[in-house]
Every structure is written in C-alpha cells, then in structure tokens.
C-alpha cells in the first residue's frame, strides 16, 4: 500500500524542516526523532524539494543494502555538490554506486595490508601516550583542540605518510573545509563560506596530489604510496581520486572520530557509575564503552540517497526521482532494537548501532580504526594517576549533517 505524500500543513515531518530545528538542544531534537519513528513508517519532510525520512532502524539498515535502489550518486549531503564542484575535485566514494565504487573501494582495501594496519595500530597507541604526556604537562582546558583533534589527525597524516610540515596547514584546511557543513547561516555567510570550504579542499588537493606523484617516484611504506602504485586493472589511484579519497579520509576520518571522543568524555562525566564499571575493568568493558559512546552520540547524523528503481519500504512505494535520507541518529534510538535507548550503558549487548552505516557496501572501511583509537585513547586518559572530567556542556556546531562538538572545557580531578 503506498503512503501518499501528506499535506505540509499537517506533516508529521514538517518539525525536521522548521528553521533553528538543528540548533535546538539534543534532547528536543531525540524527542522530534522519537515521534516520527512512532508514525511506523517512512515521513514525509517538506524542506525544498522534499524528502522521505527513514527513521526506524530497520529501514535505515534495508535502504543501505539495497544501492540499486537507493543510489549514492550524485551525493550523500544535503545539499547534494553540484557538477562542477564534482568534475573538478573528483567524486568522493560515498558518492559513488555500483562498479566505479566497488573499484575504488578494492584498489583502497588492498592498499590497508596487514602490515601497514599493525604499524597503524603500534603507532595509536604511541600516539595516544603522548598526547596525554602533553596534557598532563601543559594542564589546558579545551578538550577538542588539546586532545579529541589530535589523535585521528596524527595518526592519519602518519599512516598516509604526509611529511610534518604540511601537517598545520592541513589541520586548518581540515577545519575550514567541514566547519558550516549542514550548519544553517545567513545570506551573506552562505555566499562567502562556500568558496572559503572549497578553497581548503583545493589546497589540500594539490597538496597531497604533489606527495603522490614524489612517492609515484620515491615509494615508502605509507598509504599514499600503496595507494598511487596499488594495481586493479594497471591503474593504482590518479591525482584527482587521491585528493578525493584523501578529502575524506581527513574530513570525515578526523571529524568523526574526534566528536566521538568528545562526546564520550561526556558521556563518561555525567554517567559516573559508568565510568567507575569501566575502570573496575577496562579491557573486559572498553569494547562495549566505545561502541555504546558510538551509538548514543551518533557522528553522522544522516545520509542521503537517491531512489533509482521501483521499491517499497516501510509501507510505501518508492519511485525513481525521490530522495531519502537516512536518519542514523534516530535509527540509533530506536526502541524496537535498544531496550531504554537513551541510557548510557556500556554493557549493552546486543549493539548493533548504526554509527559506521547501515551495512552494505558504504559500510565505512575506517570501522576498525577508529574503534582503536577511541580505545587507546580513552585507556590513556582514564588510567592515569590524575584523571580528567568534562566541565559544562559541548559547544554544539547545530549541524544537521554530523553531532560536530566546537569545544569542550575539562579539568583534572586532582586527589
């Protein structure tokens, strides 16, 4: 049976499209998400041209294995990048369906050996140890910049190989490149932001497009040289899908990992009893404390796809043309999955969150990774002898694209 399209005024879905609605507090937002999952099937939000919102985790979880039907292409962002922007930096991977993507995607996984991921894995922890030297050293009080940034930027500049002097300006880039993305701005920050968000991205481009034609040379042991010499059909990746895969790699790479560390030492200050049952035994609960910090806080909060072919879903017959989004946020939250889903348990089990995507061949290949170093990380600031706490609430971006953390005070909890 087909849903029809309901009238704006009376939309279910209309509280998603309101203006301000991303900036409003998490709770109000988790409560908007709970409705709409309450309505049982795919709503209708009446924002520009409209789009279905699945928000049930097992729609989320269908929509994803099923990229026939509910394409990548020709873009996961709302709003979807325009050609130009496509044909002169290059189709990111998430943006790409069917063989071109299993292509690339193959050329990348072989380029992560198992050699290059056990040097990955040594080099988090070490990474992490420092970083928490430094910490305790200097005693800042910002957490994002001093400590949730760091650790994914420097292990992937590591892994990829990216010499140390263009490692600032890759930071800035990385910042100016993602800081308004699905943040709702004025006329005049719209018109101006845009071309400053492209101008790092292009930059960041050459950048890397130059290391890769040295180690096309000159090949190391880094991802940059497996990537540039790696052989499916002759070709390993050119300069235009290097800067790409790199641009996500950074923005998404980085940014994601390091709200999710953020928010967990949130979600670790205000769940105290949470936080002494990880430390009774760390290595029996840090698998399930990440991954639970992972689903309650949900870096990307949701995709988009495009329908290509006839299909029905959550009651509805989806046509060619429509456009869907994926709410990972609310899937999350879903309580046909999570028992008491807005708790913070980090012995919950089964978990099976949708923080890396719903399945299917989009299923985010730095999974393993980012699990690692939220690990390692959380080991090093927890089990030293002056541990740390998150001071007041996160500076929320307002984003409706990722749960994106500004800043963090924290102190140390001194004896």
Request: glycine share 10%; with cysteine; aromatic share 6%.
């Amino acid at each position: 049976m087909t849903l029809p399209a309901p009238r704006h005024g009376t939309d279910p879905g209309g509280e998603l499209a309101e203006p301000g609605f991303w900036q409003r507090p998490p709770a109000h937002r988790l409560a908007a998400f709970a409705r709409l999952r309450a309505a049982g099937g795919p709503v209708f939000v009446p924002e520009g041209a409209g789009h279905w919102a699945l928000v049930r985790h097992a729609h989320v979880q269908e929509a994803s294995r099923l990229p026939k039907v509910f394409a990548s292409a020709p873009g996961v962002t709302t709003p979807e990048p325009a050609r130009w922007v496509r044909a002169l930096f290059g189709d990111s991977m998430v943006n790409l369906d069917g063989a071109d993507h299993a292509n690339l995607r193959r050329i990348v996984q072989r380029a992560f050996t198992p050699r290059l991921l056990a040097a990955a894995e040594a080099d988090i922890h070490a990474v992490a140890a420092r970083i928490v030297d430094d910490v305790l050293a200097e005693e800042p009080d910002e957490f994002v910049s001093a400590v949730a940034s760091r650790l994914p930027l420097e292990v992937i500049c590591n892994m990829m190989g990216i010499p140390e002097r263009h490692r600032a300006e890759i930071a800035d880039r990385v910042n100016h490149a993602s800081e308004n993305i699905g943040v709702e701005r004025g006329l005049a920050s719209r018109l101006r932001m845009p071309g400053r968000g492209l101008r790092a991205l292009a930059r960041m481009q050459r950048m890397v497009a130059g290391i890769g034609r040295e180690r096309r040379k000159h090949p190391g042991d880094d991802l940059i040289s497996a990537l540039v010499r790696a052989d499916i059909d002759g070709q390993g990746l050119g300069a235009r899908q290097l800067g790409a895969f790199f641009s996500l790699l950074m923005v998404a790479g980085v940014e994601t990992t390091r709200n999710a560390i953020t928010h967990g030492l949130t979600l670790l200050t205000d769940h105290p009893e949470q936080r002494d049952l990880l430390l009774s035994d760390f290595e029996t609960y840090a698998d399930g404390a990440v991954d639970e910090m992972i689903r309650h806080s949900t870096p990307i909060i949701q995709f988009r796809r495009t329908v290509v072919a006839e299909h029905t879903l959550g009651g509805r017959d989806f046509v060619p043309g429509e456009k869907v989004v994926l709410y990972y946020a609310s899937a999350n939250r879903d309580e046909a999955v999570f028992p008491d889903p807005d708790a913070f348990l980090i012995t919950r089990s089964p978990n099976p969150h949708l923080g890396f995507g719903g399945g299917g061949p989009h299923f985010c290949l730095g999974a393993h990774l980012a699990r690692v170093e939220m690990k390692a990380l959380f080991r090093e600031l927890l089990t030293r002898p002056v541990g740390l706490r998150a001071v007041g609430l996160p500076d929320l971006a307002g984003s409706n694209f990722d749960n994106r953390v500004r800043s963090l005070r924290f102190a140390f909890e001194r004896p």
